[in-house]
T-cell receptor
Framework: NAGVTQTPKFQVLKTGQSMTLQCAQD?????MSWYRQDPGMGLRLIHY???????DQGEVPNGYNVSRSTTEDFPLRLLSAAPSQTSVYFC????????????FGPGTRLTVT | KQEVTQIPAALSVPEGENLVLNCSFT??????LQWFRQDPGKGLTSLLL?????REQTSGRLNASLDKSSGRSTLYIAASQPGDSATYLC???????????FGSGTQLTVLP
């Protein structure tokens, strides 16, 4: 099993551009989530999904959209990139909500200039 | 709101030492607590998940303890090795388990 995969690994955007960060898992996990990691602030939850077609907001959802059309995929869309969105983004999956063991992808390092 | 604190932010020890990493949390109504390892430029790897009904969980040279009443968890690493150098993060669910709150991590360096 590949586990949780994320693409791209690195991305540079200009302010105002849009893009989609891809996340896929092959463990048949119902629950998937997106975090951003910033120095000194730890990981913060952006959005999460409890199954195909069901998503909800986390702690820092503004400027990001998600959808979940399949169990395997959970893409994160940046609508109009801002320098404040420069961060490392991690996708995670689990068999249950956040009281279950979380499996993380390798991350996408995003720079917005 | 759950708050998770890890002290110290960085720790450097010589190889072979036993060491303890600390994690404290404010909401004691947790289902469990997880410890993760993060290598530079990499994702998080789950090390141990300790349930609220447990007091300890062990995996190899790692032992995690959980004391809900005091709002503390510790990660004990025995006979440390240079390969243990990484950032260690703890995370606790909110009371509703609809969010996982992470500490900022302890960056461990084990010197040969």
């Amino acid at each position: 099993n590949a586990g949780v995969t994320q693409t791209p690994k690195f991305q540079v955007l200009k302010t105002g551009q849009s893009m989609t960060l891809q996340c896929a898992q092959d463990m048949n996990h119902e629950y998937m989530s997106w975090y951003r990691q910033d120095p000194g602030m730890g990981l913060r939850l952006i959005h999460y999904s409890v199954g195909a077609g069901i998503t909800d907001q986390g702690e820092v959802p503004n400027g990001y959209n998600v959808s979940r059309s399949t169990t395997e995929d959970f893409p994160l869309r940046l609508l109009s990139a801002a320098p404040s969105q420069t961060s490392v983004y991690f996708c995670a999956s689990s068999t249950g909500l956040f009281s279950y063991e979380q499996y993380f992808g390798p991350g996408t390092r995003l720079t917005v200039t | 709101k759950q708050e998770v604190t890890q002290i110290p932010a960085a720790l450097s020890v010589p190889e072979g030492e036993n060491l303890v990493l600390n994690c404290s949390f404010t909401d004691s109504a947790i289902y469990n607590l997880q410890w993760f390892r993060q290598d530079p430029g990499k994702g998080l790897t789950s090390l141990l998940l300790i349930q609220s009904s447990q007091r300890e969980q062990t995996s190899g040279r790692l032992n995690a303890s959980l004391d809900k009443s005091s709002g503390r968890s510790t990660l004990y690493i025995a006979a440390s090795q240079p390969g243990d150098s990484a950032t260690y993060l703890c995370a606790a669910p909110s009371g509703s388990a609809r969010q996982l709150t992470f500490g900022s991590g302890t960056q461990l360096t084990v010197l040969p």
